[in-house]
């Protein structure tokens, strides 16, 4: 019988993305973007009643993670949700529970 080797770099990186969408606010950005199909950083700052640092940060944070998409036109970045890779990570979550 072949023993299984846990892949613990694979088990860091999911725990990473774990974390990252169970912040409240980027729950929110997450919930917002998905209404919105797509929004700016200070659309969403205001929307939120947070400061522009703090939405940035959750922003990069999601966008780093591979949870939103981003889209440079002119001066402004417009965010919106990686459909594809968030409902493949909530499914692979699901299988598990």
């Known amino acids: 019988m072949q023993k299984t080797i846990l892949d613990i770099q ?6 990473h993305k774990l974390r990252t969408i169970t912040h409240p606010q980027r ?4 919930k917002m973007l998905d209404k919105n199909t797509e929004m700016n950083v200070s659309d969403i700052y205001n929307k939120l009643q947070i400061t522009q640092p703090v939405a940035s940060h959750h922003l990069i944070v999601l966008k780093l993670c591979g949870i939103l998409l981003s889209k440079r036109v002119g001066k402004n970045t ?8 968030l409902d493949e990570l909530i499914d692979s979550v699901n299988k598990c529970v």
């Open 10 to 15: 694979k088990l860091k990186k999911t725990a």
């Open 27 to 30: 729950i929110e950005i997450i």
């Open 78 to 85: 417009f965010y919106s949700v990686n459909k594809q890779f």
